[in-house]
């Protein structure tokens, strides 16, 4: 079986309600690996991987193996069955980070990024919220190194959530002005995030005219 075929979902009761229409792909049999998984980020954007698709009897897939570049996300297959010929987008997992508010902020997280480490200012770790992490495959969510000067100088840990709090890391930041934020998964590090402070800056926590200790 190869094609689209299209889900119609409607309210049991016979209410009018809009219901729900999606279109999903099927191609029976296909098989799919892909190396690495998940996809980390780089500097020039994801970690390059390779898909490896192996088609049942009746059915043939080319390219049989793909190469992806850092800076692509995903790559164009055709499978052809009998007089069917079906273009497919090929979409390995990867890593993927965004920044969510505090819980009952009213504030809206920002757009999912995935194309190099993300870049962070001091003052949005003034604002709170936390670094989120979608790690497709993983049964944990990893320690988040903070590292200044090649060296480890704070670890966080993932709440229940799975959010990295950004306050936490405030005064680690106020203290070596520019950090970089790092994850250990399957083996292979990565660089998520750059995060830049700003000198002197007054703690919004402390009384008006107070200057913070040095550290």
Request: proline share 11%.
């Amino acid at each position: 079986m190869l094609g689209t075929v299209t889900v119609t979902v409607t309210p049991a009761d016979g209410s009018s309600g809009a219901g729900l229409r999606r279109n999903v792909t099927v191609a029976e049999g296909l098989g799919v690996a892909y190396s690495p998984a998940p996809r980390l980020t780089s500097e020039q954007g994801l970690e390059p991987a390779e898909a490896v698709l192996t088609a049942p009897a009746g059915m043939t897939v080319s390219p049989q193996a793909a190469f992806i570049p850092a800076e692509s996300v995903t790559i164009r297959m055709t499978c052809v069955a009998g007089p069917i010929v079906f273009p497919l987008r090929v979409r390995p997992p990867h890593l993927r980070m965004r920044i969510e508010p505090d819980p009952g902020s009213g504030g809206k997280p920002t757009a999912w990024h995935h194309l190099g480490p993300l870049a962070i200012s001091e003052s949005v770790l003034r604002l709170g919220g936390a670094l989120r992490l979608d790690l497709p495959g993983l049964a944990w969510d990893p320690p988040l190194e903070v590292i200044a000067r090649e060296q480890v100088v704070q670890v966080l840990q993932p709440t229940r959530q799975g959010r990295y709090p950004l306050r936490r890391m405030l005064d680690t930041v106020n203290s070596h002005r520019e950090v970089s934020l790092r994850i250990t998964a399957g083996g292979r590090t990565a660089i998520v995030a750059h995060v830049r402070g700003t000198a002197d800056r007054a703690d919004p926590w402390l009384p008006a005219g107070t200057t913070p200790s040095a550290p």
